[in-house]
């Protein structure tokens, strides 16, 4: 009796012991983060926005809500994407069943003559069974919170998703209006190059223009109608792609887009917090972070394995012998196993899951790196559009403004028609870079909302 109490107080002491020393803590990943982003003002701004969830509504544009929603709601990807979230919870449900006993029950009957004796027997039993594997030194909990993690990071991942096709959407509507909206500043320019042609034609008649003159008006006009088709190309192009981000049919859209509509522009200005806040709102930040989390309980799941396991199962089965009796059969038992030898396996084992957290510390700091980067490049971009959008709006109304004096000084006689073609050249070269910045302006605060993304 004192050997077996013995026995069992030092298998409690040695399992308390190798318990303790397989909780090794793990240092969380780190990094030094900026006190403010470079590209933002150094003061705080005056009439600045935060960045909204619904980030579009800053366009004020009722079709592109229109096409987030359908997108949203028909992507694919998306649907993919849920369908992983899905999968992940269900590996914490199988996780978190290994903690608790399992139990099964059976019934049966049988007839026949067991032994050969000439004798006929009837019986009816059930039978009511269990097992269940002590989580003794941990590695079904960190498999169940390892799990938790991965969870964590599908649904990150999931929002990522999500953000990137909504950035996609937006920044495709963009292109169509710039396509559509260069499209008819080139039809614009060939109507009124046209009418200039036919200024220099009539002129001619009267002496005062040269058939190089003429030649150069032509020039002018077939060069503007040959842009038309190229950027005709580039529009359907965008509507396909469009097509493809919303799940819709491309007959469908080019009857919503049919119309043209200026070009988007965000309504109000935006500004970000500071980098720490800022990068702990990124769906990838945060994806990166549950990556560590379930590779660190890995390497607890790792360390568990070369300590011994215990598992208790049992049985009992009721047996009801027809004109013989009543038999039960019972069984319970207990196993306790301790891995001696495996050629070097449980080693590999936690040497690769080790492995794996410190890949995945190095993602987690490669994400944090080019999350800044991106921000601060969103931000820097965004910061100039303003005064680059003033700048080509004063420079298309001094080119139309020189159109009028040429063609006025043209038709009175002082002046050549050269300066009227010049001007003209010169106006759409203007239109041209006024639509590409109010382009660029869109792209750029779709690409910051992007980047820095509200909390959610």
């Known amino acids: 009796m004192f050997s077996r109490s013995l026995v069992a107080t030092a298998m409690v002491a040695f399992a308390l012991l190798v318990s303790s020393c397989s909780d090794v803590p793990i240092a969380p990943p780190s990094a030094n983060l900026p006190a403010r982003f470079a590209g933002a003002p150094p003061k705080p701004q005056l009439h600045v926005s935060p960045i909204k969830a619904e980030w579009w509504s800053g366009f004020a544009d009722k079709e592109l809500a229109v096409l987030i929603a359908t997108g949203k709601s028909q992507n694919p990807r998306l649907r993919q994407a849920s369908a992983k979230v899905e999968q992940a919870r269900a590996e914490v449900g199988i996780a978190s069943s290994s903690l608790f006993p399992s139990f099964s029950a059976g019934v049966g009957s049988s007839r026949g003559d067991k032994y050969g004796f000439g004798t006929t027997h009837s019986n009816k039993y059930s039978t009511v069974s269990g097992d269940w594997t002590v989580d003794l030194f941990g590695a079904k909990h960190a498999q169940e919170r390892a799990a938790e993690a991965k969870l964590a990071a599908a649904i990150s991942d999931q929002t990522q998703a999500e953000n990137e096709l909504l950035a996609s959407i937006a920044s495709t509507y963009v292109d169509v209006r710039y396509y559509q909206r260069r499209i008819q500043i080139s039809k614009d320019t060939v109507a009124n190059r046209q009418r200039s042609l036919a200024f220099v034609r009539d002129s001619q008649a009267a ?8 030649v150069q008006g032509e020039q002018l006009v077939a060069k503007a109608a040959a842009s038309i088709p190229n950027l005709e190309v580039q529009l359907e192009s965008s509507i396909d792609e469009l097509a493809s981000l919303t799940g819709q049919s491309v007959a469908d859209l080019k009857i919503t887009l049919r119309k043209g509509k200026a070009q988007p522009i965000p309504r109000y ?37 070369f300590y011994p396991s215990l598992d208790l199962s049992g049985y009992l089965t009721p047996t009801q012998v027809i004109d013989s009796g009543h038999v039960n059969v019972w069984l319970i038992a207990a196993n306790f196993t301790a891995p001696i030898f495996d050629a070097g396996k449980n080693k590999a084992n936690l040497a690769d899951a ?15 790196l080019s999350a800044i980067a991106e921000i601060e490049k969103s931000l820097a971009a965004y910061n100039k559009d303003d005064q ?9 109304s001094t080119s139309r403004r020189m159109i009028e004096l040429g063609q006025t000084s043209f038709k009175l006689g ?43």
């Open 354 to 368: 080790k492995a794996k957290l410190e890949e995945a510390r190095a993602a987690w700091s490669s994400a944090v």
């Open 388 to 396: 680059n959008v003033a700048a080509q709006q004063k420079l298309v």
């Open 207 to 214: 002496g005062n223009s040269s058939d190089l003159q003429i």
């Open 414 to 456: 002082a002046g050549p028609i050269f300066n009227v073609l010049d001007s003209q050249r010169d106006y759409l070269e203007a239109q041209e870079s006024l639509t590409e910045a109010v382009r660029s302006q869109a792209e750029h605060y779709i690409s910051l909302c992007k980047a820095a993304p509200a909390a959610k």
């Open 269 to 305: 200005k935006i500004g970000i917090g500071i980098p720490a806040d800022v990068i702990r709102n990124r769906p990838d930040i945060q994806t990166a972070e549950s990556n560590f989390a379930a590779a660190a309980e890995n390497v607890g799941v790792a360390q568990a394995a």
